[in-house]
Every structure is written in C-alpha cells, then in structure tokens.
C-alpha cells in the first residue's frame, strides 16, 4: 500500500513538472525581427563563427578529418575554390553533405551568410 | 492546448491505476517474461523493466551513413552514441539519465509498468503495459547569442504508453502510442506536438538470438520536409548479464525526441547507419 502511495506521488510529481515546464514557442513569433542580414560579410566577424559552430569540431588543424581545415582562412579558401564548401553545406554536387552528424543542414540564415561572402569574392576581411 | 494534454495524462494516469488495481486484485498464476530480452527494443523503450536495485549501464552506439561507402569505412569513420544509467527503484518503475552526442544531448526518463501479462488459462491479462515519459535538454551553444534566449527552449519532453504481448516462445509485439513535445519550433509551420505510432516486433530465431524491427510513424504535417519516419532493424544476442544489440537503423537520435522528429537519412537512399547497443546490469541491494 505504501509502495502504492509513493507510487502515485511519484507520477504527480514528475507529470506536474513536465506540464508546468511546457511552452509553445515558435521562433518566428519569438524573435519576429529576428532578420537574416548578409550585408558586408566579414571573414573573422561572420564566417569564422559559423564555420567553428558547425564545422570545426572534425575539420580543424589538430582533427583534420578527410584532411580538410577550417580553422584557417587558406584551408577554407582551398575548400571555396574547389567548389565542395558551397556544395557540402547546400547539400548539393558530389561532396558529402555536411555536417554530417546528425546529417542535418545548418540554418538557412548560416548557408545564406556563407553564400553572400563567396559571391563577394571569399575575401579574408 | 496544454488543457488538452493535461486532461489526457490525467485520462491516461487514471486508467493506468485503475488496470494495476484490477491486475492484482486478481489471484493469477505467472507473470510472463522475457516478452523482449531487454529494456529497449533497438532506439525505443521495450515493456521489459530490470529488477529492484538493479543498475544498468547502457551504451548506445550509431556509425555513420552506409552510403559513405569505403572511403568514409562504411560509416565506421564517424560515430553518435548515448551512455546512460537506470536504475530501478522498484520491480516496476525505472529513473534514467543519459548523455547523447546528438546535439550535445542530456535526458532523462521515467519509466512505470503497471500491468503484466500472466501466463493464465483463459487469458485474462494478455497485455503489459508500460508508461514512459522523458525530458531532454539541448546543449548545444546558441545559434545567436545576440538575441534573447531561454533555457526552456533547449527542454523537449516526450509521453509514451507501451503495449506489449508475447504471443509464443518466439514473438513478441508492442504497440507505442507517443507524444513528444518540443518548447521551441522554427516554424508556425509545424507543431511543438508531435504525435506518432509506434510497433515493433521481436522474433527468436534462437535461445539467445531475436531478430528485432522497429518502426515510428509519425502522423504527416507535423515536422519538416527534410526528416521521416524511424525504421530499424536488428539483433539481440543474449549472454545472461550482458545483451549485445546490433542493428541497422535510418535514425541518429538515441532518445526519444531525437529519433521521432529529427530521423532525416532515409533507406531508400541507402543512408542506413550500423549501430549497437550493450547493457551490463549491476545488482546494488543484494538479492
């Protein structure tokens, strides 16, 4: 009985944890003017950032895996120039899709940002 | 909304109790075991719990793609896994903790069986039935630091009632309706509610051989394009204290809210991952 009554405290306890902490948020009404801006790319300011969000935990100078690094403005220029940069995060052409775990795309804002700096030449600014 | 949802787990809860009442109100001859040989099927929670005291260690492991082909070494190259504990604080009711590289991911769950199948004549218990509901937290940096964030957005939290019944020595079936619930979406385009139907099957092939499928569906509308529905495929080895697990599977995600909503590889593009799972039970409070 007693086993019973901890039981059922125990299941009020976490259902009434999970409710209180639900929210319905949608990031779109959250940060409505939460815009995509790709104006002046910067190299060290915009693109640096991004790629050591997504990339740089497997393709660094220490962990250079399938030899590509991203922690330089050469390596990644060698990846912009043979075409696979653009390819990979657009998941397009033949280059393996990145990032690759959990295969997801990076945001669309994150892919527009990378494509705005190459079109602009890939300058290192 | 969340009216509705608490009314349901009420709705659920309360027909939970009641059918454990009625179950050992009853003087019934044995329970049925082993309706799958361990806790999880392949991703998803089985009705099978581990006895009172018990600690059990769990590392889940998921390669990269298949369609990596030999230069990526089939997937080998690249590596997803969860290590967990749970313990069982009764005969029927499990706590877990895990951590999963997929998204820097920590979880939690509670696990409850509060009705079981007996081996009795007339079949008046033919199911189990077993009430999981987990959380998991996101870890990952924030996107845009700049912006106002909140630590309730990286909560998604998932509801499932499982349905088992060993029908012979060989298979076993489970039903798994579930809900998962994510705090924040991209998109008014797709819902924070994520409802999904789940079965699976466990054949033995052998003493200590089953051969293991599960599936997710998840009602279309719900989440993006890019994702689909779970499906895997696998092996239990059975060695007493030890289960060895290996499978092939299209999902990543090792807790609930990561293979349901964010499956995104697909079979029939050949982006299968080779995956295992291996359990070593500890007996904390003697026998």
Not at chain 2, 8 to 36: H, N, R, W, Y
Request: charged share 20%.
């Amino acid at each position: 009985m007693n086993m019973k009554i901890s039981t059922i405290i125990l299941t009020t306890l976490v259902v009434s944890v999970f409710i209180s902490s639900c929210y319905f948020d949608v990031e779109q009404e959250l940060y409505p003017t939460n815009k995509c801006d790709v104006e002046n790319m910067s190299f060290a300011n915009d693109i640096q950032p991004l790629i050591k969000l997504h990339c740089q935990n497997c393709h660094s100078s220490n962990f250079a895996s399938a030899g590509v690094i991203l922690d330089t403005y050469a390596g990644v220029r060698s990846v912009v120039d043979d075409s696979s940069f653009l390819n990979s995060i657009n998941h397009t052409g033949d280059a393996v899709p990145m990032p690759l775990l959990p295969n997801a795309k990076a945001p669309q804002c994150a892919i527009d940002k990378c494509e705005e700096w190459v079109k602009d030449g890939a300058k290192d600014n | 909304m969340l009216e509705r949802i608490s009314k349901l787990t009420l709705i659920i809860l309360c027909l939970a109790f009641a059918l454990s009442g009625f179950a050992q109100s009853e003087d019934v001859p044995k329970t049925v075991e082993q309706t799958f040989y361990t806790t999880r099927i392949i991703n998803s929670h089985s009705t099978e719990t581990i006895d009172k005291k018990t600690l059990d260690f769990r590392i889940n492991h998921r390669f990269g793609a298949l369609s990596g082909g030999a230069y990526e070494f089939f997937g080998i190259d690249r590596a997803m896994m969860r290590m967990g504990f749970d313990y069982a604080i009764s005969d029927d009711i499990t706590l877990g903790i895990g951590r999963s590289t997929f998204e820097k991911t920590f979880d939690a769950f509670a696990k409850y069986r509060f009705l079981r199948q007996y081996e009795d004549k007339d079949d008046k218990h033919p199911i189990s039935m077993v009430w999981v509901s987990g959380v998991s937290l996101n870890s990952l940096r924030w996107a845009d630091r700049d912006r106002e964030n909140y630590f309730s957005s990286r909560l998604s939290y998932s509801h499932q009632l499982l349905i088992a019944r060993k029908f012979n020595k060989k298979v076993s079936l489970q039903l798994m309706p579930t809900l998962v619930h994510r705090n924040l979406i991209d998109s008014t385009q797709f819902s924070n509610d994520i409802f999904a139907v789940g079965g699976a099957l466990r054949y033995k092939i052998m003493p200590s051989l089953a051969l293991n499928v599960e599936y997710f569906h998840v009602i279309p509308g719900q989440i993006g394009e890019q994702f689909t529905h779970p499906l895997s495929v696998g092996f239990d080895i059975s060695t007493g204290w030890h289960t060895f697990q290996l499978h092939f599977t299209n999902a990543t995600g090792t807790f609930e809210e990561g293979f349901i909503a964010q499956t995104s590889n697909r079979w029939d593009k050949g982006q299968i991952h080779f995956g295992f799972n291996i359990s070593r039970q500890f007996h904390l409070g003697g026998y």
